[in-house]
Each structure stands twice: as structure tokens, then as C-alpha cells.
């Protein structure tokens, strides 16, 4: 079997993990000054949980996390305020503010909903930029370590040529346990880039609306994020 980066449940959970803004406002957790714990399930098994301190419009989100590939844990705080907007019928809602720097900005994106993206929270659309590249420097470091071996055998690091020959001189172990690590590192990149494009599928498809179904969304409703 090709190896894998994660295992195979893991992303399609992570990129689930989602707040709901309404929700909090709904079960009154919004008033400032709050303290409360915040957990995911996945498949039935608990996957996550974050604590969450309240202030004066803004809710400041703690957990641990980790960037994709990476491997280390760190702890991360992230304040995202909160604003409000007149309701027709009277009364305000909420909105988070997507505090995220991403394609060169802050996004400050009004959104009722924030994905877990790598380290940080994001409204959708940076989530959608966040995953995509994460996933394309993936694919990347499996075609660069398979590159470099073809290269460390007198070859091109033209995947589309024929493995390189066994260079003189060189043991026929070596050069097997070097096909089969180039073999790994090459289906690894195919397998993301797969990955990738399926999942990027299924956004555009729930953009959209062709597919409303999310097991993992706990918003309770049909979503409606808001862009200025
Ligand atoms: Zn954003």
C-alpha cells in the first residue's frame, strides 16, 4: 500500500471542524466573561475540543493545533471578534470576523461560520485557500523527494522519463530500497494531488448547493455566510 500522509478519516473530519456563531448566540454564550469547552465528534469518536473565554464582542478561541505535515503541537490562542447587524424582525445578530491573513491581507470577512484551517480559524473562502495550498506543497515534497532520488541515480528529475538504471558500482539493495522510496514518494504526491481534487469537488459542489449534506456541520441550519 502507498503511504499516506494521514490517516485516511482524519482530513475529512479536520476540514469539518467548524463554530457557529449563531449557535453560540442561541445557547446565550456570548455574554462576555464566559468560560466554556467546545467539542467535535467524528464517526461517533470525540475528535476535538477547543476552551473558549468570552469578552466584549469577541471570543477568544484556545487549543492545540498543529500546520498539515507538520509535527509538532503548539498552543495557539486566536481572538475573533464579533459583531452585530440590525435583524428585520428586530433584534441583532452576530457575525464573526474571519481575523485570518491570507492572499496578502487581513480577510475581516462578516461570516457565521469559521473552519479549523491548519492552525487557525477562517471563514470558508480562506479555508478554501489554506487547504489548497497546503495540499499543493504536499504533493510537491513527494515529487521533490522523488526527483531528488532519480537524480541521486544519474537520472532526470523529469518524472515523465522511464526510473533511471542502476549506476554502476551500486548495490542492487540500495538501488531497490531507492525505487521503492521513490515509488512511496511518487504515489504520496499522487495520492494528495487525488485528494485535492476530490475534495475541492465536493467545496464547489456544496458552494453551490448540488450537495447540502455535511454529518459534521453542528450549525443545526442551512448555512448563510455573509460577504460584504
Ligand atoms: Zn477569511
Known amino acids: 500500500m502507498m503511504g499516506r500522509p494521514y490517516g485516511s478519516g482524519r482530513v475529512a473530519c479536520e476540514s469539518c471542524i467548524s463554530i457557529d456563531v449563531r449557535r453560540w448566540h442561541r445557547e446565550g454564550r456570548l455574554r462576555p466573561g464566559l468560560f466554556f469547552s467546545w467539542s467535535w465528534t467524528c464517526n461517533g469518536e470525540p475528535f476535538g475540543d477547543i476552551k473558549v473565554r468570552t469578552e466584549a464582542d469577541a471570543v477568544v478561541l484556545m487549543y492545540r493545533a498543529r500546520s498539515y505535515g507538520g509535527a509538532e ?20 445578530r452576530p457575525w464573526f470576523i474571519c481575523s485570518v491573513y491570507s492572499n496578502g491581507r487581513y480577510c475581516r470577512r462578516r461570516v457565521a461560520l469559521l473552519y479549523i484551517a491548519g492552525e487557525l480559524f477562517a471563514c470558508r473562502r480562506c479555508y478554501g485557500l489554506a487547504y489548497a495550498s497546503q495540499h499543493e506543497a504536499l504533493h510537491h515534497r513527494g ?18 522519463e522511464a526510473f ?7 548495490h542492487w539493495r540500495t538501488y531497490d530500497r531507492l525505487r521503492r522510496m521513490h515509488d ?6 499522487a495520492v494528495d494531488l487525488m485528494r485535492l481534487v476530490e475534495r475541492l469537488e465536493r467545496r464547489f459542489a456544496r458552494l453551490t448547493g448540488a450537495d447540502s449534506a455535511n454529518d459534521f456541520d453542528n450549525s443545526g441550519g442551512e448555512e448563510s455566510d455573509h460577504d460584504y
Open 73 to 92: 503541537w503548539k498552543s495557539v490562542e486566536q481572538r475573533v471578534p464579533i459583531t452585530w447587524t440590525a435583524c428585520h424582525l428586530g433584534g441583532h
Open 143 to 160: 515529487v521533490g523527494k522523488a526527483q531528488k532520488i532519480r537524480m541521486r541515480l544519474g537520472g532526470s528529475p523529469n518524472m515523465r
Open 164 to 170: 533511471p538504471d542502476k549506476p554502476k558500482g551500486m
Open 184 to 189: 512511496v514518494a511518487e504515489g504520496r504526491s
